[in-house]
């Protein structure tokens, strides 16, 4: 069953935006944070923003002003709203979620290409 579904990846020039949207099963209950990670090839997973159930927002330096996350808890949705992309943002992006107790659900993930 899938539980994560991203959508919104595809190719970009650089300079431009996309958004990406995660859609959420209403299977997860409970779920404290809500996230975005990235991995390039050849590089590990990495952080890029981070949503608590509050609101508050954390973000990797690299993407700090550029990029912007978001959920809806109505609609059981995360998004990460990217802007002024760099070639250097190609990654395939993952929606995260974390429960109370800290387990975590993972997204296929979505390519993101930025072309100079």
């Known amino acids: 069953q899938v539980q994560l579904v991203e959508s919104g990846g595809g190719l970009v020039q650089a300079g431009g935006s996309l958004r990406l949207s995660c859609l959420v099963s209403?299977?997860?209950?409970?779920?404290?944070?809500m996230g975005w990670y990235r991995q390039a090839p050849g590089k590990q997973r990495e952080l890029v923003a981070l949503?608590?159930?509050?609101?508050?927002?954390n973000y990797a330096d690299f993407v700090r002003g550029r990029f912007t996350i978001s959920r809806d808890n109505a609609k059981s949705t995360v998004s990460l709203e990217m802007n002024s992309l760099k070639p250097e943002d190609t990654a395939v992006y993952y929606c995260?979620?974390?429960?109370?107790?800290?387990?975590?659900?993972w997204g296929q993930g979505t390519q993101v290409t930025v072309s100079s």
């Open positions: 995260n979620v974390r429960n109370l107790w800290a387990r975590d659900w």
């Open positions: 209403r299977s997860i209950f409970n779920i404290n944070v």
């Open positions: 949503i608590t159930s509050s609101g508050s927002t």
